[in-house]
């Protein structure tokens, strides 16, 4: 009894496991099949390095979206990793127990906001700020960069902070048998045998932040022009499938798939240098 038990388990495990591969490999088809069509059709340098995009002219030109998104995702990054990896060393080696709850329960509760909170909160609190503080509209680079590495924080921390404990303990004690101070041993022992699970919690962040659609439509002012500085409107892959997806039809539908798959292929990218990392780890 106790057997077919087991075998049954591990059936359900397999089944469960090729219903999420099958799942991936149907997106991957019905975006490849809908999309690359379109980009063949419109060209490839056109549709990637294309500056305008005027549906109702024929002209399909992604690379405004696609710089607006590595500007965007960039900021989130400068902003939010030293902020996210500094918050897991607090929480991993220097919290005092009492507050160690509040803080986390603090981040876990920022995991859980809806994107759209976060919008909101960016529409109200941030592109006044912005705009009083900096100038132009307040809808910009810098508005949504400061609102995205807020949303990827919860990330970075959490993960940094699972690699931070799992590194032995014997590492912290080594540092301070040879006399470093408390902090020295932390940052010359801990941080670096935690990197690789740091980076993964980086990698994470970054596909969260080049991900994200809602909280970025409210505030980055969805303009399709390159911006030429960090207060200027800016418009990501994200925001462009999402604002037209609604209304267009035949190529211009099409086109949109074209850029999820440009979208997709972003995020392979980002997946593969996080395993090729692991790898070099091991």
Same mark, same amino acid.
């Given at each position: 009894? &106790?057997?077919?038990?087991?075998?049954?388990? &591990?059936?359900?495990?397999?089944?469960?496991?090729?219903?999420?591969?099958?799942?991936?490999?149907?997106?991957?088809?019905?975006?490849?099949?809908?999309?690359?069509? +379109?980009?063949?059709?419109?060209?490839?340098?056109?549709?990637?390095?294309?500056?305008?995009? &005027?549906?109702?002219?024929?002209? @399909?030109?992604?690379?405004?979206?696609?710089?607006?998104?590595?500007?965007?995702?960039?900021?989130?990054?400068?902003?939010?990793?030293?902020?996210?990896?500094?918050?897991?060393?607090?929480?991993?080696?220097?919290?005092?127990?009492?507050?160690?709850?509040?803080?986390?329960?603090?981040?876990?509760?920022?995991?859980?906001?809806?994107?759209?909170?976060?919008?909101?909160?960016?529409?109200?609190?941030?592109?006044?700020?912005?705009?009083?503080?900096?100038?132009?509209?307040?809808?910009?680079?810098?508005?949504?960069?400061?609102?995205?590495?807020?949303?990827?924080?919860?990330?970075?921390?959490?993960?940094?902070?699972?690699?931070?404990?799992?590194?032995?303990?014997? @590492? @912290?004690?080594?540092?301070?048998?040879?006399? +470093?101070?408390?902090?020295?041993?932390?940052?010359?022992?801990?941080?670096?045998? +935690?990197?690789?699970?740091?980076?993964?919690?980086?990698?994470?962040?970054?596909?969260?932040?080049?991900?994200?659609?809602?909280?970025?439509?409210?505030?980055?002012?969805?303009?399709?022009?390159?911006?030429?500085?960090?207060?200027?409107?800016?418009?990501?892959?994200?925001?462009?499938?999402?604002?037209?997806?609604?209304?267009?039809?035949?190529?211009?539908?099409?086109?949109?798939?074209?850029?999820?798959?440009?979208?997709?292929?972003?995020?392979?990218?980002?997946?593969?240098?996080?395993?090729?990392?692991?790898?070099?780890?091991?």
């Amino acid at each position: 009894m &106790k057997q077919i038990k087991e075998k049954g388990m &591990k059936l359900l495990f397999l089944l469960t496991a090729c219903v999420s591969i099958a799942a991936v490999i149907l997106i991957c088809v019905f975006l490849f099949a809908n999309g690359l069509p +379109a980009i063949k059709e419109i060209g490839i340098f056109k549709f990637l390095l294309g500056i305008k995009w &005027k549906p109702a002219n024929n002209l @399909y030109g992604i690379f405004p979206m696609i710089v607006g998104s590595l500007y965007v995702t960039a900021g989130a990054l400068l902003l939010g990793v030293p902020v996210g990896i500094l918050t897991a060393v607090f929480l991993a080696r220097f919290c005092p127990r009492p507050l160690y709850k509040p803080l986390k329960s603090a981040v876990n509760l920022m995991a859980g906001i809806p994107s759209v909170v976060y919008g909101f909160f960016g529409l109200v609190v941030l592109v006044p700020f912005v705009r009083e503080t900096f100038g132009g509209r307040g809808m910009s680079v810098l508005t949504a960069s400061v609102l995205l590495g807020l949303m990827i924080l919860p990330t970075i921390i959490s993960v940094s902070e699972s690699a931070l404990r799992a590194v032995p303990q014997s @590492y @912290y004690e080594g540092g301070l048998a040879l006399g +470093a101070s408390h902090e020295r041993s932390v940052f010359r022992t801990i941080l670096p045998a +935690a990197k690789s699970g740091i980076f993964a919690g980086v990698v994470l962040g970054i596909g969260r932040a080049v991900g994200e659609t809602m909280a970025v439509m409210m505030v980055a002012g969805n303009q399709a022009v390159i911006p030429d500085g960090i207060l200027s409107g800016v418009r990501t892959l994200t925001t462009n499938i999402v604002l037209e997806m609604g209304y267009s039809t035949d190529l211009h539908r099409e086109a949109l798939i074209g850029t999820a798959v440009v979208l997709f292929v972003f995020i392979l990218i980002i997946n593969l240098s996080l395993s090729l990392l692991k790898r070099r780890e091991k």
